[in-house]
């Protein structure tokens, strides 16, 4: 094991048409698809990671090929940390946050695949996990859909059998908290009672503004409100938490351990939702896990399922697995086998590394394109 090598990166942008009207309080969603990363050694083996493609994929993508492959040739895919602290700082002048986090969260994702293959054992289990089932949520209800729209996706989310759903908030920019109002209590009463109901504001309101809507719909047992107002406004989440007893959930815009430090200590976060394809892969993800213990904080990652169940699955705190249902189709088209949920649980495959195989005449078609 100690001979093991990366020889090269292969890196490949996959994405799908956008079906429907994708849009939230903040932005329209025009390109659906992943950075498919693989990472090959010199004895065979091979580590896939994954960020997203919706901005700036091909940045991602040459970021990768002339910035992380060279100084990653030649390494053993087992120095996980002396790797990322190494580009951590290769990276700080040309950005703390953004693509670069990115682009090497989907490399870090991949060595630790490679790990969990050369040992032979599932992620869950070399990170000292022992139970494969993992809740998940549904999520979806884009502030462009009608009424009626948003509240057949959330009969669709309930009769799959999810336990636990989240819709968006923040209809014509946020500008219209009346008619949130009404769609929130509409699809309360669709969904029932006993049905986890989540919500989503992308960013949209500042913070006076929140926590008058976030009171407006406290009746509806929410059970938590995701980034009321933007994400880099910590004051204006402290204020919210002030002004409220809904629980506020926040963290997927955040790409270190230390912008979730801050949230932590300035009191403005209950639900952490860091995202793994963000924030510099396993290796700094488990560090903000173990922060997140620390401050008895809930873990949630945001989307990417199947980047995060192994997490989830290890973290005594850990809530549930988000599934986006806008990725669906694209996640069926990489991946082989992908596990899917049932009755709101998935189940992680006994399978070595991140347990997924990619279908490669589908990434080799998107090379071609």
């Excluded at 336990?163 to 669709?190: F, H, M, P, W, Y």
């Excluded at 204006?236 to 912008?259: M, Q």
């Amino acid at each position: 094991m100690k001979d093991v090598k990366i020889t090269g990166i292969d890196v490949t942008l996959c994405e799908t048409s956008v079906k429907g009207n994708f849009a939230d309080s903040t932005r329209n969603v025009e390109t659906i698809g992943f950075v498919v990363v693989q990472v090959h050694t010199n004895q065979g083996a091979q580590g896939i990671g994954v960020t997203y493609h919706e901005v700036g994929g091909e940045a991602i993508r040459d970021f990768i090929k002339y910035a992380v492959e060279p100084k990653i040739t030649g390494r053993s895919p087992f120095e996980t940390e002396a790797l990322y602290e190494e580009f951590f700082h290769y990276m700080r002048g040309v950005g703390r946050k953004g693509l670069a986090f990115c682009a090497y969260s989907a490399v870090d994702i991949a060595l630790w695949d490679l790990k969990g293959k050369i040992l032979d054992m599932p992620l869950y289990r070399l990170l000292g996990g022992n139970n494969p089932q993992v809740p998940v949520y549904a999520s979806g209800g884009w502030t462009s859909y009608s009424m009626e729209e948003l509240v057949n996706e959330a009969k669709m989310m309930v009769a799959k059998g999810y336990k636990k759903i989240k819709l968006k908030v923040g209809v014509d920019g946020g500008r219209n908290t009346a008619e949130d109002v009404k769609r929130v209590a509409a699809v309360r009463e669709a969904i029932g009672p006993d049905i986890g109901f989540m919500l989503d504001a992308n960013n949209v309101w500042r913070a006076a503004e929140a926590i008058q809507f976030a009171n407006r719909v406290r009746e509806y047992n929410i059970e938590f409100l995701e980034e009321p107002v933007f994400a880099d406004d910590i004051p204006g989440l402290s204020e919210f938490k002030v002004g409220t007893d809904i629980p506020l959930a926040t963290g997927e815009h955040e790409y270190t351990r230390y912008g979730v430090r801050d949230l932590f200590m300035n009191h403005a976060v209950d639900v952490l939702q860091c995202d793994v394809t963000r924030v510099g892969g396993y290796t700094e993800m488990l560090r903000i896990m173990a922060m997140s213990q620390a401050y008895n904080k809930a873990f949630a990652p945001h989307g990417m399922e199947h980047m995060h169940m192994h997490l989830v699955a290890v973290a005594p705190n850990g809530l549930y697995l988000e599934k986006l249902f806008m990725f669906e189709e694209v996640v069926k088209k990489v991946f082989l086998n992908a596990p899917e949920p049932e009755d709101g649980i998935i189940i992680i495959p006994d399978k070595p590394g991140l347990g997924l195989g990619l279908n490669m005449d589908y990434i080799e078609s998107c090379k071609e394109r």
